[in-house]
Nanobody, 127 residues
């Protein structure tokens, strides 16, 4: 784990927006995808969204489809998760991950296939 640095997050009101960013040192960064996962106490890490690094195509969990947008800046080795129309159930610790999990949508959703992880950041949505 490690080697990715997250920023953003914090507190939002229901219906509001937050943005998360995830940066990697260029010298260590070799990836085909970046993903976002979230976790609440007592639960397994849950897939949120992923973006294929070369093409920019994305996949989303059903729970965030249409509300969250994942993007990446290849030149800056940085990924972003824009969260809109937030709900209380979006409250969690969010993690970014990068690596070479494969390009299939099933593979992109599997946290075990990612080599690099961010430190996690708390996102709280107040209802």
């Amino acid at each position: 784990q490690g080697q990715l640095v997250q920023s953003g997050g914090g507190l939002a009101q229901a219906g509001g927006s937050l943005r998360l960013s995830c940066s990697a040192p260029a010298r260590t960064f070799k990836t085909s995808a970046m993903a976002w996962f979230r976790q609440t106490p007592g639960k397994e890490r849950e897939f949120v969204a992923a973006i294929r690094w070369p093409t920019g195509t994305a996949v989303y969990a059903d729970s965030v489809q249409g509300r969250f947008t994942v993007s990446r800046d290849v030149a800056e080795n940085t990924g972003h998760l824009e969260m809109n129309t937030m709900k209380s159930e979006d409250t969690a610790v969010y993690y970014c991950a990068a690596g070479e999990p494969g390009i299939g949508s099933i593979q992109l959703r599997d946290p075990r296939l990612y080599r690099f992880w961010g430190q996690g950041t708390q996102v709280t949505v107040a209802s």
